[in-house]
C-alpha cells in the first residue's frame, strides 16, 4: 500500500430513502490535497463527514492510512486518531480557554502530561498565529481567530490527515483569507487534505486534485488546471460559471 | 407586608381568635415552644439536602440511557421516567416505609427503614424522574458539533460527557434543578406522617398540645418561606459564579 492516505470504493449513503451518496470512488495519496466542490446538498459534507465516521456509509469500502472503516468501534478510534476535522460552524468549547480546548484531546485521549500538552498546543498556536490568545475563551475571539484555533486544536493530535468542511463559509469576508493563509501553509508543509470548500483562488493554489460533485455523484476530477480551463461536464461547467462570475 | 399583617395579627392578640402568646420568644413558655418548632428545621434540610444528592446522581445515571441511538436502551430511560412520575409521593413514601421492609425479609436481607431514611429514598427516587428529564433536556440542548468536536479529537463518549457536554449542560439546568431542590424541601413534609421528627411534625405535635393551630401552622409556613428563599439567594449566587465563568 504505496503512500494511500484515504481509499473509498463503491460508498453508498443513504439518509432515510434520500440517496446522498452514489458509488463514491475517491483515492487520495498521502500528502495530497484534495478540494472538493460542488452546489449545496450535493452530498460534499457528507463524504468528507464518512470518513471519519461522523456518518456511518451503508455499503462500500473505506480506508484511511491503510485501516478499514467498519463498525468495530477500535477501527474508528484508530481512523480518528489519525484524522483530524475542521468544521464550518469550528465547535469549540465555549466553556473552556483556548489553551484547555487545545490540550483537552492530548491530555484525556492520549495521555500526555500537562505540561507537554501545554507546550504543543503553544506551539501550534504560534503556528497559527495567535499565542497571544491562548487565556481567553473562544467567545472572546473573532469569527477567524475562532476557525485558527480549530484547527490548532486539530494540528494538536498530530494527525496525518486533516479535514475541511466549509471551514470558510460562516466567515465575514474580511477573515476568510487568514484561515486560508493557514491553510495554505499547512499545505506547504506537506500535510494530506481533504477540504470542502468554494474558495476557488485557494483551490488553484493549493489543490492536486480537484472533486466536483453534484446530487450525490462524484461528477468530474482532475488537476486544477484542466478542472478550471476547460471542465469536461456541462454540469461542472455551469457551476463553475455561477461561482466565478462574481 | 408580610411584616405588616404579622403586626396586624398581633395587635389583636387580646382578642380571643388569637393567641400568639403561644409563640411568643419573649416569654419562656413561647420560646421553648419556637425553640421545639424551629429544632425541626435540622431534619428538613438534612433529608432534602441527602434526596437531592441522590437524585443528582441518579437522575444522570437515569437520563443518559434516554439519549442513545438504540430505541433497547431508550425504553429503559422512558419506563423509569413514566413509571416513578405517575407515583404521588405519599402512596411512594408509605410503600418503601411500610412495604420494602417487607420485601427486604422476603429476599432474607434484615434491612430495617426508619423515618429518615424512607423519606430520603422516596424524595430520591421521587424526584430522579424530575431530574432525569432536566438532564436530558439540557445535554439535548448542547449542539450536536460540540459531540462531533470532541470525537473528532479522540474523546470516547464518557470523556465526552464529563469533558465537553456536562459543564456546559448544568450551566443551563441550573435553574430547573434548583426549583427541584425547593420542591423537594417542601415534600419532605410529608415525612411527618411517618414520624420524621422534621418542621411540619414538630408543628404538629404542638398543635396537639397547645391547640393553636393558626398561630403554629402560620410560623411553620413562615419557616419554609425562610428555608426557600436561602436557597433562592444560594442558587442565584452559584448561577452569577458560572455565568461569569462563561462569560466570552
Known sequence: MAETAIEMIGVNKWFGDFHVLKDIDLTVGAGERVVVCGPSGSGKSTVVRCI???????????????????????????????????FQQFNLFPHLTVLQNLTLGP??????????????ARMYLERVKIPEQAEKRPGQLSGGQQQRVAIARSLCMEPKVMLFDEPTSALDPEMISEVLDVMVELAEEGMTMVVVTHEMGFARKVADQMVFMDAGEIVETGAPAEFFEAPKSARCRTFLGQILSH | ??????????????????GWYVINPWTPAGWTNVKFLIGGMGSTILISIIAAAISIVLGLIVAL??????????????????????????????????????????MGLNIPIDPFWGAIITLAISDSAFTAEIYR???????????????????????????????????????PLANQFIYIVKMSAFAS????????????????????????????????LVLVLVISAGVRWLERRMGSDERG
Open chain 1, 52 to 86: 471519519n465516521r461522523l456518518e456511518a456509509h451503508q455499503q462500500g469500502t473505506i480506508r484511511v492510512d491503510g485501516i478499514e472503516l467498519t463498525d468495530d468501534p477500535g477501527s474508528v478510534a484508530a481512523i480518528r486518531s489519525e484524522v483530524g476535522m475542521v
Open chain 1, 107 to 120: 491530555m484525556k485521549a492520549r495521555g500526555l502530561p500537562r505540561s507537554e500538552a501545554e507546550d504543543r
Open chain 2, 1 to 18: 407586608m408580610l411584616l405588616g399583617s404579622l403586626l396586624l395579627l398581633s395587635g389583636c392578640s387580646s382578642s380571643t381568635a388569637w
Open chain 2, 65 to 106: 440511557p434516554g439519549l442513545s441511538n438504540r430505541w433497547g436502551i431508550r425504553l429503559i430511560n422512558r419506563i423509569y421516567v413514566e413509571f416513578i412520575r405517575s407515583i404521588p409521593l405519599l402512596p411512594m413514601l408509605f410503600w418503601v416505609f411500610y412495604g420494602l421492609p417487607i420485601v427486604f425479609r422476603s
Open chain 2, 137 to 175: 433536556a439540557g445535554i439535548q440542548s448542547i449542539a450536536r458539533g460540540q459531540t462531533e468536536a470532541a470525537q473528532t479529537i479522540g474523546l470516547n463518549y464518557a470523556q465526552t460527557m464529563r469533558y465537553v457536554i456536562l459543564p456546559q449542560a448544568v450551566r443551563r439546568i441550573l435553574p
Open chain 2, 193 to 224: 406522617v411517618i414520624g420524621m421528627q422534621e418542621l411540619t411534625r414538630r408543628a404538629n405535635e404542638l398543635v396537639v398540645t397547645e391547640y393553636r393551630p393558626l398561630e403554629i401552622y402560620t410560623l411553620l409556613i413562615l419557616e419554609y
